[in-house]
């Protein structure tokens, strides 16, 4: 599972390969906890010129190995300027949003979809959750649609108004990994007019960490159907392992898959990738991160 400490277990800025991170340390919300937010800017980067922006989840996971708490890392920053001398993709700058720690299952997990549910259904995925070790203080409570409220509302306009970037949908990604590719799936549906792309890998589309007894999938396929932006001008990427929590996810991904094609996306514009062997790491991650990338930025 991906990181669950808080904010204020990790302080030191992470090293980079290439490039500089500047941070943002405790950046208030009036919809979230406080959180660390670590922007990270290309090699040469230039008030010059303007860039594109990849909002990344769980932000503490992404750049240094040797500070996050199981010593991995998806050292997006070595993967990103690796195409970039490539001259495959465009550059661009990453805003690496650090998870709330207890409340990262509640930011990320997609509000209106759990909504739906019955009371039934909303008691067995509580108990589900709490047999996983969440810590829930009575029925859980999604708060996805405060934490996509922060970003759209507060993190973008600092960054609009602070880093010489685009602002507009085209040139603005969402990227996160499990929980992560569930809020980054969340994200381009809530707000089409902010998110042009967003790179959803390993979604845990299983909300919690069973497929027994388990309405989440079919919910979750629901929303998608009656959400998915328009393939006119977004573009979508899913991935998947078949190991350790990855092991959940494909039968659930075929079904997705089937959903996009008849929503009228097409390989121009959405991409599955299906890894045999992978797990549900950073490790895995880092390794085909190049993928979602080069789909994304390609010039």
């Given at each position: 599972?991906?990181?669950?400490?808080?904010?204020?277990?990790?302080?030191?800025?992470?090293?980079?390969?290439?490039?500089?991170?500047e941070r943002v340390t405790d950046f208030k919300s009036t919809y979230v906890t406080s959180r660390n937010v670590d922007i990270w800017l290309?090699?040469?980067y230039s008030k010059s010129k303007r860039y594109p922006v990849l909002y990344m989840h769980d932000g503490q996971m992404l750049y240094d190995a040797e500070s996050s708490w199981n010593k991995q890392a998806w050292d997006i920053d070595d993967v990103a300027s690796g195409l970039f001398s490539s001259g495959t993709i465009k550059e661009f700058i990453v805003v690496g949003v650090w998870n709330g720690g207890e409340s990262?299952?509640?930011?990320?997990?997609?509000?209106?979809?759990f909504e739906s549910l019955t009371k039934i259904e909303k008691d067995t995925v509580t108990a589900q959750l709490q047999r996983a070790s969440i810590r829930i203080n009575g029925l859980f409570s999604p708060q996805s649609d405060n934490y996509l409220k922060f970003i759209v509302n507060e993190l973008k306009p600092y960054i609009d108004k602070t880093y010489s970037v685009y602002t507009?949908?085209?040139?603005?990604?969402?990227?996160?990994?499990s929980m992560g590719g569930l809020i980054?799936?969340?994200?381009?549906?809530?707000?089409?007019?902010?998110?042009?792309?967003?790179a959803c890998m390993s979604t845990h589309w299983v909300g919690t960490f069973t497929p027994e007894n388990n309405p989440v999938p079919d919910v979750f396929l629901d929303y998608l159907k009656n959400n998915l932006p328009n393939p006119k001008d977004h573009s979508l990427y899913f991935d998947c392992g078949d190991r350790t929590l990855d092991s959940l996810y494909p039968e659930i991904q075929k079904k997705v898959d089937l959903l996009m094609t008849e929503k009228g996306y097409d390989?121009?514009?959405w991409m599955t990738g299906f890894f045999p062997g992978a797990d549900h790491s950073e490790n895995a991650w880092s390794e085909r991160l190049h993928i979602p990338l080069g789909f994304l930025f390609k010039k």
């Open positions: 599972m991906a990181v669950t400490l808080t904010a204020k277990a990790q302080n030191p800025l992470p090293k980079v390969v290439s490039g500089t991170l290309p090699e040469g990262r299952h509640s930011d990320y997990f997609p509000q209106k979809a507009d949908r085209e040139n603005t990604f969402v990227a996160g990994s980054s799936m969340y994200a381009i549906c809530e707000y089409p007019k902010v998110f042009g792309g967003a390989e121009t514009n």
